[in-house]
C-alpha cells in the first residue's frame, strides 16, 4: 500500500533513538488541548490507585496518522511505546500486519466481562482465530434525533423505534418547506451526519465479500442503497450544505437529524426547540445499521511492559473509569456506565438542557451502540473512503452521474486495491 511504503521508506532515511525507563507504561494519543486534560484526570484516576506503575501519557503531532506512523516507527526501531490510541480506519491494517497483541490471554486470566461491551463493537476486534486485538475507548453510533416543536406544528407524529428509512423520508417531505414563498426552501426535512460511509450497509450489503479479495458492491442492492442516497439530496430534503449541519439543527431549521449522541450533547446547550432520539430506523433490508468507527485501546505487540501496559487498560475498561470518560465527554461505551450515566445519573441542567420535555428517551442513547458495528473492512479501507467512496458520494449528491454507472466502478477500484 502507498501510504505503508511510504512509511517505510521514511525509515530508511533517519534513525529514531528512544529511551525509556522499563518500569514505565508509555500510552500515545493523537488527542491534545482541553480533550487531553480531561483524559488525564482518569489517567491520574490509575496513577493514585497503582504508583508503582509510572506512565507517560503523551500526545502525537499528526492527528490518527501520527498514531500510525508513530505505532510503525516504534515497531522499526525497538522503540519504547507500550498502548495507543487507535483509529478503526487503520485498525484491520495494523492487525494485519502484526502489530498488535493478543489480549485474549490477559482477558480470559483476569475474567474480563466482554458481555459488558456491545457485541458488534467487540466482534470489531477479533483476529481470524479469535483473538482480540483492542478495546474501546469511543464508539460512534447513529441515533434519530427529531424536532418535537416542528413535528407538532405540522401535525406530523413523532418518530418512534419501528420506523424505517422508507418513513423516514416520507415524513422528511412533510418537514420540508418553503415558509417565506420564495421559491426556496429553507425548512428541511433531515440531515444525515456520514451516511456516505454506511448506507450501502441499511441494504444489507457488505464492503468486502466473506472471501475479503472482493468488492460486496457487486451485489445489485449497492445500486440501490447509492440510488436512494442519491435521490434524498438531489429532492431537497436536504440542507444544500453537508457542513451546516450544527447550525440548521440548532436553528430548528432541521426536522430530523441522523447524528452521533455526542453531537448532539454538544449541541445541546444551544438548542431552543424542544427534541428528543430514537433508534436509527430499520433498513431496506429489515434491520438496523448504523456508521461505526471511533477510538480504541491497543497494546504493541513491541511493547516492554506489556503486563504493566495490562494494567493500565484493564483500568481503563472498568465501569468505573468508563463513567468518568463518559462525564467527561471523552468516550466510554461500557453497558454498566452508560446506563449509570445516561439513564441514573444524568442531570438535564448540567448538560445545558433546560426544556423538560427534551430528551426523555435517554435508553436509546445506550441501546443504539448494539448497531453500530465496522462489518469487514479490508487493509487500506481509510484510503478507499477518500479515494473511492467519498468521490462518488459527492457527485450523487450533485446529482453529476447515475448509481448505475458509479457502483460499478466504484466495485471495480476497490477490488484492484483489495489485489494490490
Do not use: C
Amino acid at each position: 500500500m502507498r501510504w505503508m511504503t511510504g512509511i517505510w521508506v521514511a525509515l530508511t532515511v533517519f534513525t529514531l533513538t528512544l529511551v525509556a525507563s522499563a518500569q514505565e507504561v508509555r500510552y500515545i494519543t493523537w488527542v491534545g488541548g482541553a480533550s487531553k486534560a480531561l483524559e488525564d484526570e482518569v489517567v491520574d484516576m490509575f496513577r493514585e490507585r497503582n504508583p508503582d506503575i509510572p506512565v507517560d501519557f503523551a500526545t502525537v503531532s499528526g492527528g490518527t496518522t501520527g498514531v500510525l506512523e508513530r505505532i510503525i516507527i516504534n515497531e522499526a526501531s525497538g522503540g519504547d511505546v507500550d498502548m495507543a490510541l487507535t483509529h478503526t480506519r487503520y485498525l484491520t491494517d495494523l492487525i494485519e500486519q502484526g502489530l498488535l497483541l493478543d489480549l485474549r490471554p490477559y482477558i480470559e486470566r483476569d475474567g474480563i466481562d466482554l458481555n459488558a461491551y456491545p457485541k458488534g463493537v467487540m466482534d470489531s476486534y477479533l483476529g481470524p482465530n479469535g483473538e482480540i486485538y483492542a478495546f474501546p475507548q469511543q464508539w460512534t453510533t447513529i441515533v434519530l434525533a427529531y424536532n418535537k416543536d416542528q413535528f407538532d406544528r405540522y401535525g406530523i407524529v413523532h418518530p418512534d423505534n419501528t420506523w424505517d428509512i422508507f418513513a423516514m423520508e416520507e415524513n422528511a417531505k412533510l418537514l420540508t418547506q418553503d415558509t417565506d414563498g420564495n421559491g426556496e426552501n429553507d425548512m428541511w426535512g433531515l440531515h444525515p451526519q456520514s451516511l456516505n460511509e454506511y448506507v450501502w450497509r441499511l441494504w444489507g450489503v457488505p464492503f468486502v465479500d466473506e472471501s475479503g479479495t472482493r468488492s460486496g458492491w457487486h451485489d445489485p442492492k449497492a445500486v440501490d442503497a447509492w440510488n436512494w442516497y442519491g435521490e434524498i439530496h438531489q429532492t431537497g430534503l436536504i440542507p444544500p450544505s453537508v457542513n451546516g449541519a450544527d447550525g440548521t439543527w440548532v436553528g430548528g431549521k432541521v426536522g430530523m437529524r441522523l447524528a452521533w449522541p455526542h453531537t448532539l450533547m454538544e449541541n445541546a446547550p444551544y438548542m431552543n426547540d424542544s427534541w428528543d432520539v430514537v433508534m436509527h430506523p430499520y433498513g431496506a433490508n429489515g434491520e438496523r445499521a448504523s456508521r461505526a468507527a471511533g477510538a480504541q485501546w491497543a497494546i504493541l505487540k513491541s511493547s516492554q511492559n506489556p503486563d504493566r501496559a495490562w494494567e493500565l487498560l484493564k483500568f481503563f475498561i472498568s465501569t468505573e473509569a468508563q463513567h468518568a470518560y463518559l462525564v467527561r465527554g471523552r468516550g466510554g461505551i461500557e453497558q454498566n456506565a452508560m446506563i449509570q450515566h445516561w439513564v441514573t445519573d444524568f442531570d438535564p441542567a448540567n448538560n445545558g438542557i433546560t426544556d423538560p420535555d427534551t430528551l426523555l428517551n435517554r435508553n436509546v442513547m445506550v441501546e443504539a451502540y448494539a448497531y453500530a458495528s465496522l462489518g469487514r473492512q479490508p487493509i487500506g479501507y481509510n484510503q478507499m473512503l477518500e479515494e473511492i467512496v467519498n468521490p462518488m458520494a459527492a457527485k450523487l449528491r450533485m446529482g453529476e452521474a447515475a448509481a448505475g454507472t458509479l457502483v460499478p466502478e466504484a466495485a471495480r477500484l476497490i477490488d484492484a486495491q483489495i489485489n494490490e
